[in-house]
């Protein structure tokens, strides 16, 4: 696995852990659908630059592809405003190891069967393991 990358999901992760950080305080302030607004409004606003400058110009039309693929995005509004409304409630770290063993089990579903034209890749033991120590690091967090 290239090091790069791995740095570069490590950099994400932080930077998911950051926006609970700032969603939950900013939600009590304006509200938490205006957080999620915002929020998804400076990310828009950003891509749409990084569109201009950095998109091949001859690429397919988004309109173009299969409507089940544009469903990530009613995904990540969820995700956000479930992030600003349950941070200020059970903290950021509770909230982000919630947040990881859903995402590892899901993924670890999505891998096993290759869904959504993914590469398939089979689930074993140790992945379980893995999972299962997460799922113990959420409960121990939480009881503490």
């Known amino acids: 696995?290239?090091?790069?990358?791995?740095?570069?999901?490590?950099?994400?992760?932080?930077?998911?852990?950051?926006?609970?950080?700032?969603?939950?305080?900013?939600?009590?302030?304006?509200?938490?659908?205006?957080?999620t607004?915002?929020?998804?409004?400076?990310?828009?606003?950003?891509?749409?630059?990084?569109?201009?400058?950095?998109?091949?110009?001859?690429?397919?039309?988004?309109?173009?592809?299969?409507?089940?693929?544009?469903?990530?995005?009613?995904l990540g509004a969820g995700y956000v405003i479930i992030l600003t409304v349950a941070t200020p409630v059970i903290g950021i770290a509770i909230t982000m190891i919630g947040i990881l063993a859903g995402q590892i089990f899901q993924s670890l579903v999505i891998d096993h069967f290759g869904m959504f034209g993914n590469v398939r890749r089979k689930t074993n033991s140790k992945r379980i393991i893995a999972l299962c120590f997460i799922v113990a690091a959420l409960f121990f967090m939480a009881r503490g």
């Open 1 to 35: 696995m290239p090091l790069l990358f791995l740095l570069l999901v490590i950099l994400g992760g932080m930077g998911l852990s950051t926006e609970a950080g700032l969603l939950g305080p900013l939600g009590s302030k304006v509200g938490d659908l205006w957080a």
């Open 37 to 74: 607004l915002s929020i998804f409004g400076v990310g828009s606003a950003l891509t749409f630059l990084l569109m201009l400058f950095f998109s091949p110009r001859n690429s397919p039309s988004l309109l173009q592809q299969p409507r089940g693929q544009l469903i990530g995005g009613l």
